[in-house]
């Protein structure tokens, strides 16, 4: 069966065509995602996005749904790798568990460190000895614009 298209119809199917194709152009440019809604390197507060901690990975012990289980009487390191955009610096603090809530103990923080180079990605180390230890680590990814997004996670040790 041949198909067969009239001058008129062809004429109609290309304009709907271009039609898709110049709308498919004019609302990617205004995707959040794109290039041009990205921040450039300019430092205009209307163009820089707010910073955001898109994955934390622990090491050598995994972190399970938001835990960290250490063995108990042990001392060791914690390698703590961050992924996060839009980001200048992440700063790593240890925070005492009250009331099962970070926040209401955000004042007795304790910096482990700054990373301000994230060319080779955001990470720090967090040495532990044998202290009773149940507390938050919670990664401060700060953005160009001062903003901040803080991501927590327990620590804890096994019995």
Do not use: C
């Not at 065509?17 to 110049?22: K, Q």
């Amino acid at each position: 069966m041949i198909v067969t298209i009239d001058r008129k119809g062809a004429i109609f199917l290309y304009s709907k065509v271009i039609f898709v194709l110049l709308w498919s152009v004019i609302l990617v440019g205004f995707l959040p995602d794109s290039p041009s809604a990205m921040d450039n390197g300019s430092k205009d507060e209307r163009t820089v996005l707010d910073p955001k901690v898109i994955d934390i990975e622990t090491s050598p012990v995994p972190m399970v749904n938001q835990w960290v289980t250490l063995r108990q009487r042990s001392t060791g390191e914690l390698l703590i790798k961050v992924e996060a955009l839009n980001t200048k610096e992440v700063r790593f603090w240890t925070v005492p568990v009250k009331n099962k809530s970070w926040q209401n103990s955000w004042e007795q923080r304790k910096l482990i460190s700054i990373d301000q180079d994230g060319s080779d990605g955001w990470s720090s180390t967090f040495f532990y000895g044998q202290e009773n230890l149940l507390m938050f680590i919670v990664v401060e990814a700060i953005g160009h614009n001062g903003q901040t997004d803080k991501r927590p996670f327990y620590v804890v040790y096994r019995k």
